[in-house]
Each structure stands twice: as structure tokens, then as C-alpha cells.
């Protein structure tokens, strides 16, 4: 219904028939204040106060609401995003959050080679599997903590939650170069330096939405390419610091990247108003801590379904295709490059998927998720199969790639599911929900190694889970589509509900003007 529609329906009985050049006297007075009194009590009417309080000037510019029984849909209706300015430099700053994390989980392969030369031995036959742990611990951890990061971020604001995670994330790698065997690296390094990550890192991806929305896309893509400018160059510099200074030594040199992290956190200004509630004390803060709209949306459930269903054989490849590479062609040759092909084409696939997001309209975005998944599921099982070292570096070109499409869009895909006001704990559960797939996916690929005594069986299985997730997905648009038609079709039903009140509190005047109409003919 349009503005002017809603205008003419919200009229009092005088004004309809001042509208309609009446000028005939009402003669009953008492029924026509009782009559403008009902009328004035109709949900049109106090649709249309509703309506006039959602109406502000911002500026040269004037944002109109009409009919908005949301407050926290007409405020972020009013907010204008800057698209730009200090956004710029918070952009850089959740860039390097992105590349110290990731960067740092992603090269975890040469990490692998380093602890199994530092804490094994020979006679340990399930050594794999043990060491594997770190890593899967590690990189599980910064998801699992993710549900209750995303309740801190609504209660303390994104600048608080990521200085402190930075800063605990900094005690940890700290602590872990003073470690002498696996066991309490797997508290240090595997809990408290990935528990500080993980507060760090999810509030780098909300407030990117308090300076953005026309350019989220894109903003999203340069920021995750941070990792991939990490995953790059890092390999290569732990190397050479590993074999210059020694395992404890280089991880004091990464306690740097946190303290930087640390710094960059200050730079999270928030911008976007906060949602006003009905609710008041503990019933407003409790409604912060457990946010049920999330679960409201079908399409968001599904994408919790299939999104952690799809991350079983995810992280395999980065733990132990350095130590397959060792087995399959000797420990000559240039593995580090092939985490460099997948660092490059991942920051490449980052920046072009996330400008091609910015163009899918809506729930849309969800099949470049789907053919992520396809494409990375078919390139682990492709992995056993590269007979040559160059068929390895064409699969790891064309896995990092589609990894950078499917980093990319996670935000924006939340916030055309949930909206911006519950992102935060959107993003937040579904990372914790992957957390599992990520912690048990490397352990159980070294746990076939040291079984089979080979990485085939463990790359092929690695490879399932990407292609039923994917196909999991494809729901969603159907059940958008559907819920959509549905809103339309309760909207126009509302509509016809809504002039049908209009025409019979008009009615009894229109009954009086024809029988006035009636005795002046008379």
C-alpha cells in the first residue's frame, strides 16, 4: 500500500468528506466524536502515529518509515552507514586480526614437522594422532568459544571483547614456548592462545557491518585476504625461524602479531545505534545472552546444519598435507609452496567472490557456498592421486581459491538471514557449532595414518563431507523464497483487513450524507 494510500485510509470521517467536497454539517454530535473516537483508536490510526515518530531528518536526507512496529528495524533503517572513513583504517585493523589468527592456524603443517622431531619418538606408533590434536584443538577452540564471544560482544561492545582476547591470546603463545612436551602445550597453545583468538577475531567481523553495508562484500573479502597474505609468507618465515632459533624461540617472535593484535582492537569504534527493548534490568541483559530470533529463521538453521556438516575433512589438509608431501615425494622437496598456492589463490578468490557477492541478491549468495564446498571436497580426494608434484600444486591452486569464496561470504550471508541486530550471536553459534568437525577432522585423518600407514583412505574420506554440506545448503534459497511469499501474501491479506475497518467506520457517515442527500431532492 502506498504512502498516499495509507494517508487517505488513516483520515477521519470529517476529513474523508471534506476529501470528497462534502461540506454538509455533521448533526449528531455525540455520535460523531464517539465515531471519530473508534476511528482514531483503529490499528490504521495508530499505525500512522507510528508511522510520523519513524519520520527523521539526517542531514540533507529524509528517512521515512511509514507503518513500522519494529523499533530496532526503524533504527536501522535510519542509520546511515559511512561506506567509508575511519571505517578504512578499522578495515586494516581487521585484516591483520584475520592474517595473525588464520595465518598462524593455516601454517600449523609446519608446525607438525617441528613438535614431531621435538616431543616424539620412534617407538610411538600413534605419535600422528597426538600431535594432530594441537592443531585441531587449537583451530576447534576458536570456534567452540564462538557462542560465548558473541555474548560478550553484545554485553561489553566489540573494542573490549577483542583487546582482552588478544591479550589472553598473547599469554598463551607465550607460555607455549616454555613448554617441554605435548601434554601442556595442548593447554597452552590448544586452549588459552585459541580461546584469546577467538575473542579477538569474531569481533573483527561485526563491526565491519557498523561502517559498511552497500560495500560489505567487498570489505569482507580485503579482510580475510589478511589470512591469506599470512598463509603466504608465513610458512617461509617459520622455517627459517625454526631452523635459526628453535621451536620456543619462534613462538616468542609470534607473541609479537598478538601484541600488534592487541593494539588494533582499539580501533573497533562502534557506530550503530543500540536496539531499544521493552524490556528492562535483567530481562533486557538475559534476552542478550540467549538471542532465540536466530532460531526463528529456517534458513538459518539449515545453514547451521550444513555448514558444520561440510567441515569433517575441511581442516585435514592443512594439518597433514606436509607430512604427506614428505612421505610422497621426500623431504627435499619445496612443500612450503604449496601452502603459498593455497595462501595466493585464496586471497585472490577472497577478493573476486567477495565483489561478485555484492552483485547476488540476497540468500542468493548461499550457492557460491555451495560450489566452495564442491569443488574443495572433490580437491582433497584429488590429493592422493597427483602422481607429480605440479598436479599437487594445481589442486592446492584451486582449493585455496574456493576456500577464499567460502571465508568470504560467511558475513554477509548472516546478515541476510538474521538481519545486522543478531549477527553477532549468528556468526557466534555457528562457529561454535563448527567447532566440533574442526577439532575431530585432523585427529581421526592421523589416526587412519598410523592404522593404514598411508594418507590415501584419509583424503579420500576427507573429501565427503565438503559435497554433502554443499548440498545441504541448497535449501535455503528454496525456504527463503517460501517464507517470502508468504510475508507477501499475510501482507495483502493485512491490507484488505485494514480498508474493510476503514470502510465501516465510514459507512454510518456515508449513510447520513445519501439520506441528506435524499430530503434536499425531496
Not at 545505534?273 to 524490556?279: A, G, L, W
Not at 495483502?492 to 485494514?498: C, E, G, I, Q, T
Request: include cysteine; charge should be neutral; charged fraction near 15%.
Amino acid at each position: 500500500m502506498t504512502e498516499s494510500g495509507l494517508t487517505d485510509a488513516h483520515s477521519t470521517p470529517r476529513a474523508a468528506a471534506e476529501k470528497t467536497n462534502t461540506s454538509v454539517p455533521f448533526p449528531d454530535k455525540e455520535a460523531t466524536e464517539e465515531d471519530t473516537k473508534t476511528a482514531e483508536k483503529t490499528p490504521l490510526n495508530e499505525d500512522k502515529e507510528k508511522g510520523d515518530n519513524n519520520e527523521e531528518t539526517s542531514g540533507s536526507s529524509v528517512i521515512k518509515v511509514v507503518g513500522s512496529r519494529d523499533p530496532d528495524c526503524a533504527a536501522e533503517a535510519k542509520f546511515e552507514h559511512p561506506e567509508g572513513g575511519w571505517g578504512w583504517i578499522v578495515m586494516l585493523a581487521a585484516m591483520w586480526c584475520n592474517g595473525s589468527v588464520f595465518g598462524i592456524q593455516n601454517s600449523f603443517g609446519i608446525f607438525f614437522i617441528s613438535l614431531l622431531q621435538e616431543f616424539g619418538s620412534a617407538e610411538d606408533e600413534s605419535l600422528k594422532f597426538k600431535t594432530a590434536w594441537v592443531g585441531s584443538l587449537s583451530m576447534g577452540m576458536i570456534f567452540f568459544c564462538s557462542p560465548i564471544v558473541s555474548v560478550f560482544t553484545d554485553l561489553f561492545g566489540c573494542r573490549k571483547t577483542a583487546v582482552v582476547g588478544a591479550t589472553v591470546a598473547l599469554v598463551g603463545l607465550f607460555a607455549s614456548s616454555f613448554v617441554r612436551s605435548l601434554g601442556p602445550l595442548y593447554f597452552t597453545y590448544g586452549i588459552v592462545f585459541a580461546c584469546g583468538c577467538s575473542f579477538a577475531y569474531q569481533p573483527s567481523l561485526v563491526i565491519l557491518g557498523h561502517y559498511f553495508k552497500k560495500r560489505l562484500g567487498l570489505v569482507n573479502g580485503i579482510v580475510t585476504a589478511g589470512s591469506s597474505v599470512f598463509t603466504i609468507t608465513l610458512p617461509y618465515l617459520l622455517s627459517f625461524l625454526l631452523n635459526r632459533l628453535g621451536l620456543h624461540n619462534t613462538f616468542r617472535v609470534l607473541s609479537i602479531f598478538m601484541f600488534i593484535l592487541m593494539l588494533a582492537g582499539f580501533t573497533y569504534k562502534p557506530l550503530m545505534p543500540e536496539p531499544r527493548s521493552p524490556q528492562t534490568g535483567g530481562a533486557l541483559r538475559l534476552s542478550k545472552i540467549f538471542n532465540f530470533n536466530i532460531w526463528k529463521s529456517m534458513g538459518y538453521r539449515i545453514w547451521a546444519l550444513g555448514i558444520p556438516a561440510a567441515l569433517y575433512g575441511y581442516f585435514v589438509p592443512y594439518v597433514h598435507l606436509m607430512a604427506f608431501v614428505e612421505e610422497s615425494f621426500g623431504k627435499d622437496v619445496n612443500k612450503e609452496i604449496l601452502l603459498m598456492c593455497i595462501g595466493i589463490t585464496s586471497g585472490v578468490g577472497r577478493l573476486i567472490f567477495g565483489r561478485v557477492a555484492d552483485y547476488v541478491p540476497g540468500v542468493n549468495k548461499v550457492y557460491l557456498q555451495v560450489s566452495s564446498f564442491l569443488v574443495i571436497g572433490l580437491m582433497s580426494m584429488m590429493i592422493p592421486l597427483c602422481q607429480v608434484f605440479g598436479g599437487l600444486i594445481a589442486v592446492c591452486l584451486l582449493m585455496g581459491l574456493f576456500d577464499g569464496c567460502f571465508i568470504c561470504i560467511m558475513a554477509p550471508i548472516a546478515f541476510e538471514l538474521v538481519g545486522s541486530q543478531n549477527v553477532s550471536q549468528a556468526i557466534g553459534f555457528l562457529l561454535g557449532m563448527m567447532s566440533l568437525p574442526m577439532i575431530v577432522g585432523p585427529p581421526i585423518a592421523g589416526l587412519l595414518r598410523d592404522t593404514l600407514g598411508t594418507y590415501k583412505e584419509a583424503f579420500y574420506l576427507a573429501g565427503i563431507p565438503p559435497i554433502i554440506g554443499g548440498i545441504v545448503l541448497c535449501f535455503i534459497p528454496y525456504v527463503e523464497r517460501r517464507k517470502w511469499q508468504q510475508q507477501q501474501q499475510q501482507e495483502v491479506a493485512a491490507d484488505k483487513m485494514l480498508d474493510i475497518k476503514a470502510n465501516s467506520v465510514l459507512q454510518p457517515y456515508n449513510a447520513h450524507e445519501d439520506k441528506k442527500e435524499l430530503e434536499c431532492s425531496v
